[in-house]
């Protein structure tokens, strides 16, 4: 994660598209971890939704309610949602029945949550402490470009 960090924190130091930054950040993140599905989804404050934005991996649920499935619980638990087994997981949303383990990390600007990044893999229990850390550091350099 330390060289990774450098990596990511270079890459989008001088572009101030954020589009063109989360899907950078998405495909560095999923082809360095070799994880299932990485990718963003941004909050619709009109529909009260997330939406899909840049991701890697299979095609996705284009938009999921708030408090719905590990994505919309991150967003109204205002925290970072770690699960181990998402068949566990009451409400979760089956966009591929190749997911078994998930990590969403909600994405802030101006004290509010504008979005999520959702990171799903096929072996259980996955992600670590070490993961949710290292990934919550990345988030906050893409915030810093929000």
Known sequence: YKTLFGQIKALV?????????????AAMLHHEFGFWWTGFYRVDIASGQLVLGPFQGPVACCRI??????????????????VPDVHQFPGHIACDSASNSEIVIPIYKNGEIFGVLDIDSPCLNRFTQEDQAGLEAFVKVLETGI
């Open 13 to 25: 130091a001088d572009e101030g598209d954020l589009i063109a930054n989360m899907a950078n950040v």
């Open 65 to 82: 309610g708030f408090g719905k499935g590990v994505c919309g619980s991150a967003w109204e638990r205002k925290a970072t949602v770690v």
